[in-house]
């Protein structure tokens, strides 16, 4: 069974594959390259990109290069902050077609609850009637966004992308997300490779048990509670190893050793403090291209 065979359903019945390759900070062009060379070699198909990141031409570029039909491909996008409103999520959607060469997006997000997001989702919803969008989503919304978005839009986001590790393992979240038919994906499954996290005692003697390394164990963690992830690395060795996720389970007793190392501690800033805070944004947007 390859890694496009392990997907998880969208409410629309739109097949999601449960693991594919995160490409935040993969910037610099030679790396890029051989990563997502790597990674579509070994089988991802899926991957997640955003404006912001800059990197969306390089990696539709590599996409056109494999010589694999699009229609293989499950491709991530998202709305930056700056691109709220109707008219500007539309042209934000227009260009990033156009950098990463594709007709349609496989999933396009609100990168955060930033203002005006009820009238980007109102675009969306637009796109994805037109069939340009396959899963309309958002990332980083909280339960206060995700209700407000539900009771002034027509479709309901379809997943929420959020920081989600075994310190922070999002679990009010999670159940209103399984609750409401809306998708749970895991951004920074590794807390961002943490060392903490990866040389935590515990996950070791899991990882030893299983004869798996502890990203294993951690991302296997993920995929048990349902969970798509997309671990990004730059390094051709560890992107194999993170693919190597189909071939062990973890019992119950594991999970639930897994569930204990809660902290409830981000390794990231609170989406909150994110939108609210003008500082960051404006450094952010010295990065849009
Ligand atoms: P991850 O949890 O995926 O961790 C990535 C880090 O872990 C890198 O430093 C990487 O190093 C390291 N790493 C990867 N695999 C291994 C391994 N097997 N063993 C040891 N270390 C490893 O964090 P990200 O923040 O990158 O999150 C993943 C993706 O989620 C992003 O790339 C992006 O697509 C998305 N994202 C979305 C956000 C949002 O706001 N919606 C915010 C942040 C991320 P190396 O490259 O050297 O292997």
Same mark, same amino acid.
């Given at each position: 069974?390859?890694? +496009?065979?392990?997907?998880?359903?969208?409410?629309?019945?739109?097949?999601?594959?449960?693991?594919?390759?995160?490409?935040? /900070?993969?910037?610099?062009?030679?790396?890029?390259?051989?990563?997502?060379?790597?990674?579509?070699?070994?089988?991802?198909?899926? !991957?997640?990109?955003?404006?912001?990141?800059?990197? $969306?031409?390089?990696?539709?570029?590599?996409?056109?290069? %494999?010589?694999?039909?699009? +229609?293989? !491909?499950?491709?991530?996008? /998202?709305?930056?902050?700056?691109?709220?409103?109707? $008219?500007?999520?539309?042209?934000?959607? +227009?260009?990033?077609?156009?950098?990463?060469?594709?007709?349609?997006?496989?999933?396009?997000?609100?990168?955060?609850? %930033? *203002?005006?997001? @009820?009238?980007?989702?109102?675009?969306?919803?637009? @796109?994805?009637?037109?069939?340009?969008?396959?899963?309309?989503?958002?990332?980083? !919304?909280?339960?206060? =966004? @995700?209700?407000?978005?539900?009771?002034? %839009?027509?479709?309901?986001?379809?997943?929420?992308?959020?920081?989600?590790? *075994? +310190?922070? *393992?999002?679990?009010?979240?999670?159940?209103?997300?399984?609750?409401?038919?809306?998708?749970?994906?895991?951004?920074?499954?590794?807390?961002?490779?943490?060392?903490?996290?990866?040389?935590?005692?515990?996950?070791?003697?899991?990882?030893? =048990?299983?004869?798996?390394?502890?990203?294993?164990?951690?991302?296997?963690?993920?995929?048990?509670?349902?969970?798509?992830?997309?671990?990004?690395?730059?390094?051709?060795?560890?992107?194999?190893?993170?693919?190597?996720?189909?071939?062990?389970?973890?019992? %119950?007793?594991?999970?639930?050793?897994?569930?204990?190392?809660?902290?409830?501690?981000?390794?990231?800033?609170? *989406?909150?403090?994110?939108?609210?805070?003008?500082?960051?944004?404006?450094?952010?947007?010295? !990065?849009?291209?």
């Amino acid at each position: 069974m390859s890694l +496009e065979d392990k997907v998880i359903e969208a409410s629309n019945g739109v097949k999601i594959p449960q693991l594919g390759l995160g490409v935040f /900070k993969l910037t610099k062009k030679e790396q890029f390259e051989t990563a997502i060379r790597e990674a579509i070699r070994i089988g991802y198909r899926h !991957f997640d990109t955003a404006k912001i990141y800059g990197n $969306e031409k390089i990696l539709g570029i590599e996409i056109q290069k %494999s010589q694999i039909p699009r +229609e293989e !491909f499950f491709i991530t996008s /998202k709305v930056w902050n700056t691109d709220h409103g109707y $008219e500007a999520a539309k042209r934000a959607f +227009e260009q990033t077609c156009k950098k990463l060469n594709v007709e349609y997006l496989d999933m396009y997000l609100i990168h955060f609850a %930033s *203002p005006y997001y @009820l009238e980007t989702w109102q675009a969306m919803e637009e @796109l994805y009637m037109e069939g340009k969008i396959k899963v309309i989503g958002v990332a980083n !919304f909280e339960i206060q =966004h @995700l209700e407000d978005l539900m009771k002034h %839009s027509k479709i309901p986001p379809m997943i929420n992308q959020i920081e989600t590790h *075994p +310190e922070f *393992p999002q679990n009010d979240l999670h159940d209103y997300l399984i609750k409401h038919q809306i998708l749970h994906e895991a951004w920074g499954p590794l807390g961002q490779g943490n060392k903490a996290l990866l040389e935590n005692p515990e996950l070791k003697k899991i990882a030893h =048990h299983h004869h798996k390394t502890v990203a294993q164990v951690i991302l296997r963690w993920h995929l048990q509670r349902g969970i798509i992830i997309i671990p990004k690395s730059s390094n051709p060795k560890r992107i194999k190893e993170n693919s190597q996720l189909f071939d062990f389970e973890l019992t %119950s007793e594991d999970m639930e050793k897994i569930n204990q190392l809660n902290t409830g501690k981000r390794y990231s800033i609170s *989406p909150t403090g994110f939108i609210i805070n003008p500082f960051l944004n404006k450094l952010m947007k010295i !990065f849009i291209k």
